[in-house]
């Protein structure tokens, strides 16, 4: 597992791997970061485009009290930063928004998002699930808080496992949303306090996290599907080729060659 989160670590360039927690799946990562920061009276800003991964968490914790803002899109999907700076409040307390639309293949400007959440000191935090391993995600460079990502979609590995990559500064702030036993620290009734432990309770999935010996013929998530250093992630399809952004900013995965 501590290799496993090393290469997750090289291909998403963040240097906190111990704050790169496994789940189950990137709508689990989704309910940790939006479960484990948010209580009554925050508000919280996503945009116009999410998946209900996101929504559904939110309806949830709209009846504690946490108000819940959308960036509006316009009719090709695309959304003006400027639009995202118009729904910051004095008591914002997240902006969490999808890197691609899983309906329309838009991209939502990152790099715009992450320069106005750094002025205004409010955490950036990513759902990758449809672009993690099709596109460059630096983690640092954009000073994310979090980001989540699935192993079954880009990463290619086989569904039911994914990962939460945190920063150091927003993973103390995270609760724990499931607690239990972490094979750690086990004469103590309280949950860990360090991570990854304070956030990966219960027995780790461990066939689909770490490498396989050759002679197993199920394929694992992450090992199979990262690259070693200094190499890049191609993903080769029969018939088919990865296509870059279009004018409008949308990215539709794989494109027939002629």
Known sequence: MLETRA?????FHTTATECIVFTP???FGLNMVLGG???PGDHVVVSGLEHNAVMRPLKVLEKTGVSVSRVPADKDGLTDPDALR???RPNTRLVLVSHASNVSGTL??????????RRQGIPLAVDAAQTAGHLP???EALGLAALCVPGHKGLLGPPGIGALMLSRDFARQLAPIVAGGTGSASDSEETPP?????LEPGTPNLPRTTRCKPSHRARCAFPSALPPPGKTLTVRCKGYAQSPT???GAWYGVQRRN
């Open 25 to 27: 799946g990137a709508t």
């Open 7 to 11: 290469r997750l670590g090289r291909l």
């Open 137 to 139: 995600i630096d983690f």
């Open 194 to 198: 360090f991570l990854p432990d304070k």
């Open 108 to 117: 939502f400007p990152l790099e715009a998002a992450s320069d106005i959440c």
């Open 37 to 39: 920061l948010l209580r």
């Open 246 to 248: 279009n004018a409008k």
């Open 86 to 88: 118009a729904t910051l």
